[in-house]
C-alpha cells in the first residue's frame, strides 16, 4: 500500500503543460516521483514552466504545436530523442471557441475538433512504440482530458468544444478496449471549473462560480492532481476506459 500512487521511476508526457490543469497534473506527477516532460505551443512559456517545476523533480520542456500532424509527430519524435518507453501519456492541450448558432464559424470548428479530438488519437498512435516497451514491465497510461460539457450540457454555444469533449470521452472507450491487448490502459478526467487560462470565469470569478457548484467551491490543484495520480499510479491499472468526473457535483446538478 505505501507504493500504491507512487510514480518513482516513471516517465510522463503531458501536453498543454505550461499552465493551467496541465501544469496541476506536472506538479502533481513530480511530486509523487515521476520524470516529467511538458510540451506546450509557445516554447517560452514552456521553457519556463519547467524551471520552475524542476524544483519538485526533472522536469524537460518539449515545444510543440500538436494542433497539426507535422507537430504530433515532430513531438513524438523529440521525446524519442530523449527516452526510449514512456509510462504516462496525458493528451491535456486543447482549445475553445464561442459564438452564436447562426454565426458559428467552420474555423472554430476545426480548430477545437483538430486539436481536441483528433491529436490525442494520433499523438497516441505515435507514441505507441514507447507506451508499448513500457507495458512490457508494467502497466503504461494513456489519459485524456476530457471536459463536463462532453459529459452533459452546458448552456454556452460552445458547439465544437462541447462535441469534441463528447468525442473525446467515447474514444477514450474505443482506444481503450484496443490498447489494452498491450498493456497500455486509457482513461480520461473530465474536469469542471478549475482556474486556468480556458476558464476565465473560474479564475477572475471564483466566488460567483462557486454559488453554482454543489462542493460550494471551484477545483484546486490537489484535486486535480489527486485524480491524474489515480489513474497513472498502480492503484488506477484495474479502471480501463473510465472517464472520471472532477466537478464537484455540478453535473449533477445540471
Known sequence: MDNLFSLKGRTALITGGSRGIGRMIAAGYLA???KVYISARKAAACDQTAKELSSLGPCISLPADVSTA???KALAAAYAAHEPQLDILVNNAGAAWGAPFD???ESGWDKVVDLNLKSPFFLTQALAPQLRLAGK??????INIASIDGVSVNPQETYSYAAS???????TKRMALRLVKDNIVVTAIAPGAFASEMNRDARDR???VSAHIP????????????AAIYLASRAGDYVVGTTLVVDG???LAR
Open 32 to 34: 509523487q516521483g515521476a
Open 206 to 208: 471564483a466566488q460567483e
Open 165 to 171: 469533449k463528447a468525442g473525446l470521452v467515447h474514444l
Open 215 to 226: 462542493a460550494g467551491r471551484i477545483g484546486v490543484d490537489e484535486d486535480m492532481a489527486g
Open 249 to 251: 457535483g455540478v453535473t
Open 70 to 72: 507535422e507537430g504530433v
Open 103 to 105: 454565426e458559428f464559424p
Open 137 to 142: 514491465t508494467r502497466v503504461a497510461k494513456v
